[in-house]
């Protein structure tokens, strides 16, 4: 039986522009989980290179690792700083509620 070789899958060599990683983070948000979100926003800044995104939005390069990996907790300043360092906006709708049966 011969091995199959596999690698990581890594979202950062997938992302082609800006709307994929908006629609990457949009997922995240969706899904609800903090963790989710800081992990997404990592991996997008990997994309778009940490050490510019930690500049533009006045981080440590450092510290932006440990807040944007998915046992981080980043405050929301910090979010919405790296939120704008990647061109990227949030934005708030209502929420969708369930249909109840009647």
Do not use: C
């Amino acid at each position: 039986m011969t091995k199959t070789e596999t690698t990581a899958w890594d979202p950062v060599n997938h992302f082609k522009d800006r709307e994929d990683m908006a629609a990457y983070l949009e997922a995240a948000l969706e899904d609800g989980d903090p963790s989710l979100v800081a992990a997404a926003l990592g991996d997008i800044a990997r994309a778009k290179g940490m050490s510019l995104i930690a500049r533009e939005a006045g981080l440590g390069r450092e510290s932006l690792y440990k807040a944007l990996s998915s046992s981080g907790n980043p405050e929301l300043a910090t979010v919405l700083k790296v939120i704008s360092a990647l061109g990227l906006q949030l934005h708030a709708s209502p929420a969708v509620e369930a249909e109840t049966a009647v």
